[in-house]
């Protein structure tokens, strides 16, 4: 990988928007986790599938974030892995506000929210910029 390609001023701009937007990925997704353990009480708000959701969520947002900070310091690895994550995630959230009845609205619209974040981590992951620095040669 060329350093010159790493530290060009679009690749800067990249890795801190993937970071922010990874960063409020995280943030949202802990505050979920919270108010989950607030609202335990209330099986309408907070039931299993909201549990289990909460969770694999929060473990998916510090992997993408841990992954996003290690993409910007030039790893393949981490940037693949950045790009497969955020994927498969925006894919399990458009199903989880799909799915009638399994979730809350108040989950649907916090996933929904998420969806956003991490659709815009997808194009700025996935362009032709970044995936040019990466590429093998």
């Not at 701009?13 to 607030?38: E, N, P, Q």
């Not at 310091?73 to 399994?102: E, F, H, K, Q, W």
Request: hydrophobic share 55%; aromatic share 6%; charged share 15%.
């Amino acid at each position: 990988m060329s350093e010159e390609k790493l530290h060009h001023p679009r690749s800067l701009a990249a890795f801190r928007s993937t970071k922010l937007l990874v960063g409020c990925y995280l943030a949202l997704s802990v505050l979920t986790l919270v108010a989950i353990y607030l609202l335990r009480g209330d099986t309408a708000l907070v039931n299993d599938a909201v549990w289990i959701r909460g969770g694999i969520v929060v473990a998916s947002a510090s992997l993408m974030f841990v992954c996003a900070l290690q993409s910007a310091r030039g790893s393949r690895g981490a940037y693949r892995r950045l790009r497969i994550i955020s994927t498969v995630m925006v894919a399990a959230i458009a199903a989880i506000i799909a799915l009638p009845d399994a979730f809350p609205l108040w989950m649907k619209i916090e996933q929904g929210v998420c969806g956003l974040l991490l659709s815009a981590v997808l194009v700025i992951v996935n362009s032709r910029h970044l995936r040019g620095v990466f590429a093998a040669g």
